[in-house]
């Protein structure tokens, strides 16, 4: 990775892995002017996961934002729905991951997303199933 400040190479000075979340933080130094960042890695969804979407007998990349849209929408009564919405994709999205499945039936996210919401809030949890299962 090169320094975000002088465009040089970096090396890594330190690293450790977050057990619970399938990623790894990393400080790294610019080899030129000393800068010093951190960098949070991560799996991207769309690159290693399929979704296989039951109603056309179809396959699309895992899509964050689809997810995220359908969660923001359910969530609509409440105040703080955008900050919520993203802490909720992303406890689905490692609950995906922690399936170690490459590919994921549409049935099966929709089926999280049910029960996450209805841990959150049973309000949410009945907008979206009133979406999404009829
Ligand atoms: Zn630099």
Redesign the pocket.
Known sequence: MI?P????K?HVVNSRSHSKQDAVWRRRE??????IWTTDEKYELSTTHRVFEDKTSDFEPFQRDKLFVSILDSLRHRKRRTQEAGAITDTIINKILHDRTAIIKTTKIQELTYKTLRLFDPTAAAVYNATHFN
């Open positions: 320094c400040y002088c465009g040089y970096s610019c080899i030129k002017c000393l800068s």
